[in-house]
């Protein structure tokens, strides 16, 4: 999808890290932005994610286990290891303005079957969408131009000609987190060999081919068109889209066609290429190509509305809402619902809880140094059984047994210094043995106690939960945040919030 071989050109300025690796370095010298929020906003190219979850799911097509709706439950995997990571995902989605044509092929109209899903997995996840005016990655483009994004994740290399300042690109790992290849305009236009600027990405474009010109130039291959990025055609060509009148364009084109011919034929490349120098067209490069490009239609076009960027709100996952998708949309039933959440999606919603607090100023997981912090969440457990359909359940009796309530999460020590600093210097100091959590000896088991801070955490947490009963434990006291000792004698915190 995009420029021909593009992604070829370019490499990568970060390459195989972890998601969550990538997303606390964003937050270095960054404690909160004006929101409170200690996460690094990306933006995300919802058709490239559709994309991949069908391709995906056509490879598997046929395996006996794939179980009920394999689309869907892939895009709620996705989204899980997305959530797990401190970062605030923002999708946006094609709009109706978007080319007709691409690739020499007419675009499909109808939105994707998935879309409606999606949508409805991002508002429990509390991230965020829209749809643009026309193509995701241009809007995507936009907002990271204007600074309201940290990043656009697309596979769409469309995104690198649009202005994004950092586009990601991201791969399954084998232990279900993200790995991201990161790329960065600044590191690309400082390249040493060949800075590859817009200008070098619009030459590119016009020689190679890409959506809106599949074909590009016809007999220039990859390695004449790398060679061509070497010299002043791709600032000329640039000069010329840019600050001539439009009446004087053709002309200015055409000796700029001129200039390209002379190039091809008097030995600058390494060698002559008078066949081609003789192949190009009149109106080559195409005008209104290199205006799709360069003028592509965003929900901003209008001068109108370019002051009106979106405000992010990103609101906590809603585990109610979640229990009951895989019940009723993926056929689970209560025991592998309850597994599933509590070892993959309680370490989200308590990081997610923790990267929401305002502030005033382990052991390796994916290379980053975590704090493992015991977790006793019977809210988290209610909320779950409250999202299970009695006239759904054929085990509804199984509700009523025991279902543990406590778990052990793994929350960044980033996260923890930026959020709860006071706590991480309590802890340290009941162990003063070891070096930290990134230390070659891993802390023992975090179980601190209640501090102010975790009174906010637990109004994030599932403020509307009703009774506990005795299936998912039996605190001290009663009522709002309370720190419990658990069947092993430690006091652990207790995200319970009573009505």
Not at 228 to 237: F, N, P, Q, V
Not at 403 to 410: A, D, F, G, L, W
Not at 460 to 484: F, R
């Amino acid at each position: 999808m995009g420029i021909t071989e593009l992604w070829k050109l370019v490499s990568p300025s970060t390459e195989g890290q972890t998601l969550m690796a990538f997303a606390l370095e964003g937050l270095k010298g960054h404690v909160q932005d004006e929101s409170g929020l200690s996460m690094m906003m990306v933006g995300v190219d919802a058709s490239a994610w559709l994309y991949a979850v069908c391709k995906l799911q056509a490879f598997r097509l046929g395996h006996a286990q794939s179980g009920e709706n394999p689309e869907l439950r892939t895009l709620m995997y996705k989204l899980i290891t997305l959530a797990n990571a401190p970062i605030h995902a923002h999708f946006v989605f094609d709009g109706e303005d978007r080319p007709t044509i691409k690739r020499g092929k007419h675009v499909q109209s109808a939105p994707h079957w998935l879309t409606q899903s999606l949508q409805e997995l991002l508002q429990i996840f509390g991230f965020t969408w829209a749809t643009a005016k026309g193509e995701a990655e241009a809007d995507l483009a936009f907002l990271s131009k204007a600074g309201k994004i940290g990043a656009v994740l697309t596979e769409d290399s469309d995104a690198l000609l649009f202005g994004a300042e950092k586009v990601l690109r991201l791969t399954d790992n084998e232990d279900g987190t993200f790995l991201v290849d990161a790329y960065c305009a600044g590191a690309l236009s400082n390249n040493p060999n060949i800075p590859l600027t817009t200008s070098h990405l619009l030459l590119w474009a016009m020689l190679r081919g890409g959506d809106y010109n599949p074909g590009g130039l016809s007999g220039c291959g990859s390695q004449v068109s790398h060679a061509l990025l070497a010299g002043d055609l791709s600032d000329s060509l640039m000069r010329v889209m840019t600050s001539v009148a439009p009446a004087q364009l053709p002309g200015m084109l055409e000796t700029w066609r001129d200039r390209l011919r002379t190039v091809l034929v008097d030995g600058t490349l390494g060698r002559k290429y008078p066949t081609l120098a003789g192949s190009i067209p009149a109106d080559f490069p195409s005008v209104e190509i290199m205006r799709l490009y360069l003028h592509p239609v965003t929900t901003w076009s209008d001068s109108a509305s370019s002051s009106s960027l979106p405000q992010f709100n990103p609101t906590q996952p809603n585990i109610t809402r979640l229990t009951a998708f895989c019940q009723d949309r993926l056929g689970w039933m209560r025991p592998k619902i309850h597994k599933y959440l509590r070892n993959n999606f309680w370490p989200a919603a308590c990081m997610r809880a923790l990267c929401q607090l305002r502030t005033d100023d382990g052991d390796p997981e994916g290379g980053v140094p975590v704090y493992c912090i015991t977790l006793f969440a019977p809210s988290f457990v209610n909320a779950t059984n409250d999202g299970i359909r009695a006239d759904n359940d054929p085990n509804p009796e199984e509700g009523e047994s025991w279902v543990p309530s406590h778990s052990k999460v793994s929350i960044p020590a980033r996260i923890m210094e930026l959020t709860s600093p006071q706590d991480v210097i309590n802890y340290r100091d009941q162990h003063a043995a070891s070096a930290g959590p990134s230390s070659g000896e891993p802390l023992p088991d975090w179980h601190p106690r209640l501090s102010a801070q975790y009174a906010a955490v637990a109004d994030m947490l599932w403020p509307e939960v009703g009774d506990m009963n005795n299936a998912v434990g039996d605190p001290e006291s009663s009522g709002g945040m309370k720190v419990c000792t658990d069947e092993e004698g430690h006091e652990v915190i207790d995200l319970t919030v009573l009505d």
